[in-house]
């Protein structure tokens, strides 16, 4: 058997080995049978069944181990479809860990999402249709955002690579990864803000926690998606059987989750778990989510976890089907996801106001010209369309930014400088696929123009992070959403021109591309599956509005001699998804300088400072829509 024909055979089990056992219409017939009794549903948000899955990865990886090449990866294949047969969920679900993390494994391909679960395509369709509903159900409004099949499958793959339970090693060990808690926390929080963002520009609030386990839910979520159930309007948590095949049983109960709840924020106040360790960020993401790396599951419970699973079983006459929330793959569809997760992000924002406010004493001596009102003459972006010759293969940005920027033009307000822009263009692209047309936020490319001075008689090099907020919310630091992270010398005594495409966006999967999503290519080793992980890049903008929805950036260079963050790559992102067998590249907290509150309003402290440019600017959202 060749690597092709193992690849295939890759492709084939994952292709039919992912579906969920449950109803595939919505109507509950309770004469009916729902699954065979044999068959076992998984999640991987309740900790018995992940476990399984690491159980099973581990298994895949001494098959492979023990024979290396073509024909350990055919074995531990041919394990795979075997555990398929009884555990399909679970199976499934390790097959995609052992290609992400086994560097062997890594040489095979994980289908999109879309591949595996192809009716996502005809869901997102409809929901974008559905945005006429938006007059009687606000949250249709935003339907188009939360079906997304990257979007979703975002969420999926980063918890292939960041699962709770640990990452196997092919001897009976598991292990969580470098700051694996902090990047839980943060990534969600970074989901939020970018959510957040699209709620102001369709005129709704802010998404608002849900932290009252006994209250109603208002919203209900209907997801026309097969195997998925319902959830009322209205509806309650009730106390489930999270395991009714594995585990008849065990009660998990609201009462049990409300004592999780209020063990961890008593934690976040006393500023100690009970064991007297100090509540770190690391530490407080792990026992929230909860990790194996929690300071105590029998006292803290498993918080963020058991929560998707009260929420995904509301409607659960028998506890065996299950809602969106059930799984990573469709879980960021309901609204109340998002509720969820604001109150998960509750507990960091708070262990974060407690925190000393941030200190910018270890700025590099670099300068970025800004006015008293915080309008930045060093800060500006191009649409990529408007630069001659940028489209040939090769092209020289750092030179055309020179050219442009510096000599005599230095002196001059970069904004003023053509082809600068104040504003930046998204529109609903349609793409075809077998069930029709279907439209998706799609941006023009554009480039981050930076023009800084080294005060330093010797190179200095930066670390130089950009984020975008909405205006109306610019003090609120959960709403600023990281653009970018790069590493830049700067000559000594030197003025320079910095240009970054959007396209090498740290916080993207890479390389970039635009829907339709290609079959992934497997890389030699399994740092290259790390390009799967990431935002998708067709939603690194906010949609704006017809008429441009006013935003501001933040472009700050921090010393990256204290920093030390990863070289610019070509795979995967740096930001949301770490380097894997490697520390997280970057010393300081996740999403530094908002990980932390400001000793006075946002704008005011960050325009006071030398290293930092900031640059209002609009996004407008064409309603025409293109083909791509």
Known sequence: MTLADVRQRALDLLTRGTSQPGRADKAFRPEEPVVSP????????????????????????????ATPGEDGLRAALEEAERAMADDPGAASHALMMFITHHPEGSQLPIPALEERQPEILDLSARAVAGLARADTDPEAALAWFRTDPLANQHHEHWHVVYPHEGVADGHGHAAVQDRQGEIFLYMHQQMLARYDAERLAGGLAKVTPFSNYRATIA??????????????????MRDVHPDPVGHPDQLYTVTQHEGSRNAIGTAVSDKHFTDQK??????????????????????????????????????????????????????????????????????????????????????????????????????????????????????DWAAWGERTFGGDAWQKPAIGIAPATSELHTRMATRPTAVGGLPYLDHD??????????????????????????????????????????????????????????????????????????????????????????WPFNLLLPKGTPEGMPFRLVVMLSDWATDQTGSDTACGSMSFCGARDARYPDSRPMGYPFGRRFPGGV????????????????????SEPSRR
């Open 278 to 395: 100090p509540v770190e960020i690391n530490s407080l993401g792990a026992t929230v989510e909860s990790t194996i790396a929690s300071d105590s599951r029998s006292r803290y419970g498993n918080l963020h976890n058991m929560g998707h699973v009260l929420l995904a079983l509301i409607n659960s006459p028998d506890d065996i089907e299950h809602g969106v929330m059930w799984s990573t793959g469709t879980a960021i569809m309901d609204p109340v996801f998002w509720q969820w997760h604001r109150h998960v992000d509750d507990f960091a924002f708070g262990w974060q106001e407690a925190q000393p406010a941030a200190d910018f004493g270890d700025s590099p001596a670099v300068q970025l010209r800004s006015t008293p009102a915080g309008a930045s003459e060093d800060v500006a972006v191009c649409a990529a369309a408007s630069v001659d010759g940028s489209g040939a293969a090769g092209f």
């Open 603 to 622: 704008i005011t402290t960050l325009a006071a400072l030398p290293n930092v440019g900031l640059h209002a600017i609009s996004i407008r959202h064409e």
């Open 38 to 65: 044999s068959a076992r549903p998984f999640s991987p948000f309740i900790s018995e069944h992940l476990q399984r899955a690491v159980n099973l990865t581990d298994r895949f990886m001494a098959i492979a181990d």
């Open 219 to 236: 919203e209900g979520y209907e997801p026309d998606l097969s195997g998925y159930i319902s959830r009322p309007p209205n509806s309650k």
């Open 445 to 534: 490319d554009f480039v981050y123009v930076v023009r800084v001075e080294n005060l330093h008689d010797t190179p200095t090099d930066v670390t130089v992070r950009i984020f975008l907020g909405p205006e109306t919310s610019v003090e609120d630091r959960r709403t600023w959403i990281e653009m970018d992270k790069f590493h830049q010398q700067l000559r000594p005594r030197s003025r320079t021109v910095i240009v970054r495409p959007n396209r090498l966006s740290s916080v993207i999967q890479k390389p970039a591309h635009r829907p339709p999503q290609p079959h992934r290519t497997p890389g030699s080793n399994a740092a290259a599956n790390y390009c799967n992980c990431g």
